[in-house]
């Protein structure tokens, strides 16, 4: 294995958050999920400027975009996630070789 893939998204509260770990992480190919809390975001809808409270998960994954994108529109609560990678250099030996003893 050359390398990991880091995939960035958002989610409300905590319950949902956990429950779309949970299935990120039954999914074959995610290895670990980093879990950020209480992100307050600011966001323009409908003409309005909105705030909400947030969680943003980093996804380490051997799975591509494509994949990746496709499970979590059928899986994550809100109706349009945010979804994007985030482009990495190389990752150390030590932790792609745990990575793949993980999978």
Same mark, same amino acid.
């Given at each position: 294995? /050359?390398?990991?893939? %880091?995939?960035?998204?958002?989610? @409300? ?6 429950? *779309?770990?949970? =299935?990120? !992480? ?18 323009? /809808?409908?003409?309005? %400027?909105?705030?909400?409270?947030? @969680? ?6 051997? *799975?591509?975009? =494509?994949? !990746? ?35």
């Amino acid at each position: 294995m /050359e390398k990991i893939n %880091i995939f960035y998204t958002t989610t @409300s509260n905590e319950i949902v958050t956990e429950k *779309l770990v949970q =299935n990120l !992480l039954n999914k074959k190919g995610v290895v670990c999920v980093n879990i950020i809390k209480n992100v307050k975001s600011f966001y323009k /809808e409908d003409g309005k %400027i909105m705030e909400s409270l947030e @969680s943003v998960l980093l996804i380490k994954t051997i *799975l591509n975009k =494509n994949d !990746l994108e496709e499970f979590l529109t059928e899986v994550h609560p809100y109706e349009t996630p945010f979804v994007t990678e985030i482009l990495t250099g190389k990752t150390n030996k030590d932790y792609l070789e745990w990575v793949e003893k993980n999978l």
